[in-house]
């Protein structure tokens, strides 16, 4: 078990940091440098983070993003690819302007946090040390939260919550449908990622299938909520569009989610046995095992933070951003996580370097496609206000709106998606 | 910062009517802009304009004069102009937040 210096960082770039011999450079060497940032997890909100610290101190703190895959594809705008309307590739980013905007990215898994030590350990005992560390592991999937459900299950009934084979090994299914074919969702229960985003997945899937003329096809999505985000214009758009296709039920309706078997394929509710030609089924959440581990997370297995900073509230040389903490009334959004990536980094920078620390400012919108030039959005302001996030000036999308107004809508998605992923990625 | 204001809204809108005595007065009120200030506060907005092009919906907001852009946000936050988005963002935005926004986009290149 090795320290990983500064001065080794650059030599270690895209190589196998277990594969080198490391000095062990002594503590107060160490504090004798420039503060040191380490960021862990490469997505919205890890990768925000780091490229801003690096950006905004210009030098003056040595940032170190740690981040297992060399590319990242979004879940973001993952619905669009599985509506045809996208292709893979271009949900996927690499670190090449990260890393040239200053960040040490090193691909590697962080195994776990020594928070007395102020140390990161990776895959194969290389310990990172931090003066501030951020944590932005995203979800894991509690598989078992639907009774059969299991990783393994998930290669028969895909979640593909997580973006990547899953999101892929879910088109395959859904494009090898044939007309009559049955597609039962299981929605997650709250808080989990992308509010919007079981709904928008459905429009999806109804979306495929008509525009390959399968009528008598009919989508079930079972829901362990009494409601969900922007019901009331999916409805009216799934009305609309694909009129008789989708039957949304409630616990009310189906009475109780009792389980699904990957052999037989069935979905069995307190009502009925289904056996459907593509299950999806969206288990519940909660923040990314590291986080867990470290001691990050309430009994909610999320991460309580400071709402004026987004700093764990259990380590102050830590903070946790986007879907694994407690946000407030923030949702779960790639959108939500970039926006408390930039208040972390300026508290950070505060901290370490003196610069000026501005009261926090959050903001979120989310966009959801029902069908081509038909879509909605949601979205509010967000500051701290009595130590928890709260939303202020909400909106979302209304009933009977243009169709003008929905186009311009799935424009400004389209322009949006471009826009944060250059300030996430470079 | 707040005593200000009046003279660089003054300043804005005779440049805006072509005043050439305008030139004289934006210099000094432009340097009373908090650059600090607006380069924090335009994080929030290079989220979704960062990567515009002259086609986009999301317009470029880059350069953009400093007139325009203040007459540009208070009519969003007076929701003269429409969309929630910008109107939401633009509520909370006091006047001098604003002028520092602009002061800051004024000069500001697009991220690279």
Redo the contacts between chains.
């Keep these: 078990m090795t320290n990983i210096t500064r001065r080794h960082f650059g030599i270690m770039a895209g190589a196998s940091l277990s594969a080198l011999g490391l000095p062990v450079l002594s503590a107060p060497s160490l504090a004798q440098g420039k503060p040191r940032v380490v960021v862990i997890g490469g997505g919205p909100g890890g990768a925000t983070a780091a490229r801003?610290i690096a950006m905004?101190s210009k030098g003056a703190i040595d940032v170190t993003l740690i981040e297992p895959q060399k590319t990242f594809t979004t879940c973001f705008f993952s619905n669009l690819y599985v509506g045809g309307f996208r292709d893979y590739k271009s949900l996927t980013h690499n670190y090449d302007k990260v890393k040239k905007g200053g960040v040490k990215v090193v691909h590697s898994l962080a195994t776990s946090i020594d928070r007395d030590k102020k140390q990161v350990v990776l895959a194969g005992g290389v310990k990172v040390p931090y003066d501030r560390l951020l944590v932005a592991p995203g979800i894991d999937l509690k598989f078992d939260s639907v009774p059969g459900y299991s990783e393994k299950a998930a290669e028969v009934m895909p979640h593909a919550w997580k973006p990547g084979a899953q999101t892929q090994l879910l088109v395959k299914k859904l494009n090898a449908l044939k007309d009559g074919d049955q597609i039962v969702m299981i929605a997650p229960p709250n808080p989990y990622r992308c509010p919007p985003g079981p709904y928008e997945r459905v429009s999806m899937f109804a979306h495929v299938l008509k525009k390959k003329g399968h009528t008598k096809s009919r989508i079930v999505i079972l829901d362990p909520k009494p409601a969900f985000s922007k019901q009331g214009v999916f409805t009216e758009g799934w009305e609309k569009h694909y009129p008789g296709m989708i039957e949304w039920q409630d616990p009310k309706i189906h009475g109780g989610i009792k389980g699904v078997d990957a052999k037989t394929g069935e979905v069995k509710t307190d009502f009925t046995n289904y056996k459907p030609a593509l299950v999806n089924v969206i288990p519940a959440q909660h923040a990314g095992k590291i986080a867990r581990d470290a001691g990050l997370t309430n009994q909610t297995g999320y991460c309580p933070i400071d709402a004026a900073s987004m700093k764990s509230t259990v380590d102050p040389n830590i903070f946790v951003v986007g879907d694994a903490s407690i946000a407030g009334e923030m949702p779960k959004s790639a959108?939500s996580a970039?926006?408390q990536a930039?208040v972390a980094a300026?508290v950070i920078r505060a901290e370490l370097t003196q610069s000026?620390a501005?009261p926090a400012?959050y903001?979120n919108?989310c966009w959801s496609l029902i069908a081509p030039d038909d879509d909605i959005?949601v979205?509010?302001?967000y500051?701290p206000v009595d130590g928890a996030i709260k939303a202020?000036?909400a909106?979302v999308s209304q009933r009977n709106e243009s169709a003008d107004l929905r186009k311009?809508n799935y424009?400004?998605s389209?322009?949006?998606y471009?826009?944060?992923?250059?300030?996430i990625f470079? | 910062m707040r005593r200000a204001m009046p003279a660089r809204i003054s300043a804005a809108l005779l440049l805006a009517m072509g005043g050439g005595a305008a030139l004289c007065l934006l210099a000094p009120s432009a340097q009373g802009a908090d650059a600090e200030l607006g380069r924090y506060l335009s994080s929030e907005c290079t989220t979704c304009h960062g990567a515009s092009k002259s086609d986009s919906t999301i317009p470029i907001i880059h350069g953009l004069g400093e007139v325009h852009f203040v007459e540009v946000i208070k009519a969003y936050r007076d929701k003269a102009l429409p969309n929630p988005v910008m109107q939401n963002i633009a509520a909370r935005l006091g006047d001098e937040e604003i002028a520092a926004l602009a002061a800051y986009f004024a000069t500001a290149k697009k991220p690279k």
Excluded: C, H, L, P
Excluded at chain 1, 418 to 423: E, L, Y
């Design positions: 801003y905004e959108f970039n926006s930039k300026m000026r501005f400012r903001s919108t959005k979205g509010a302001s500051e202020s000036n909106f311009q424009k400004e389209v322009d949006w471009n826009g944060i992923t250059a300030d470079g």
